[in-house]
């Protein structure tokens, strides 16, 4: 028997994710499958498994992410979804080698890909308003026509898109780097 539920979970909510995906395997829920807000679940045994997600630092397809993924499954983990560079892990509750407790070092480690994955978008918005007012400014010079008026509006519209959105993302850049100076803090405190 399956099931099929639409979720959304933000980038900075995975942990949030992780405990549900392993509130559903304790009550016997097996996540088999993602995709884009898609988690396919089979009934199975409660707890039978334990999940942990992992954003890769590069795509999934890439030669280290290969390795690193078949050097898991080696280990008995395997992998059950992906969406982006994030994977869905899973192991044997009984075999299982996530320690879901003290692992500071992890935390920091992961912390650190989601704000180097934060940066670059960071960055993408930024290189796309330079390139709206370059364009802006060199098409002040000719004669004015509509297609000249239109891409002037397009690019003033793409970039107060864009800096909106890094408005609005602000906030989620400023927590993620909460985290990482807790994480470092707890890493350097552990023990």
């Not at 995709?35 to 890769?56: D, H, N």
């Not at 892990?89 to 996530?98: N, P």
Request: proline content about 4%.
């Amino acid at each position: 028997m399956t099931k099929t539920i639409r979720r959304i979970f933000f980038l900075w909510e995975y942990e949030k994710e992780e405990a549900w995906i392993n509130q559903m395997a304790k009550e016997g829920w097996m996540l088999v499958r993602t995709g884009f807000r898609k988690y396919v679940f089979e009934k199975g045994r409660p707890g039978e498994y334990a999940y942990r997600l992992e954003l890769l630092e590069k795509d999934m397809h890439s030669p280290e992410s290969k390795s690193y993924l078949d050097f898991l499954q080696e280990t008995g983990i395997e992998v059950v979804g992906e969406c982006i560079n994030w994977v869905y892990l899973r192991c044997k509750t009984e075999d299982c080698k996530f320690d879901t407790t003290n692992r500071p070092l992890f935390k920091l480690t992961h912390l650190l890909k989601v704000q180097d994955f934060f940066n670059t978008i960071r960055l993408i918005f930024m290189v796309i308003i330079a390139i709206c007012i370059v364009f802006i400014f060199i098409l002040e010079h000719p004669e004015p026509a509509p297609v000249i008026d239109f891409f002037k509006g397009f690019c003033v519209g793409i970039s107060l898109a864009s800096s909106v959105m890094m408005l609005l993302a602000a906030p989620y850049f400023r927590r993620i780097n909460k985290k990482v100076k807790a994480a470092i803090k707890e890493l350097y405190t552990f023990g």
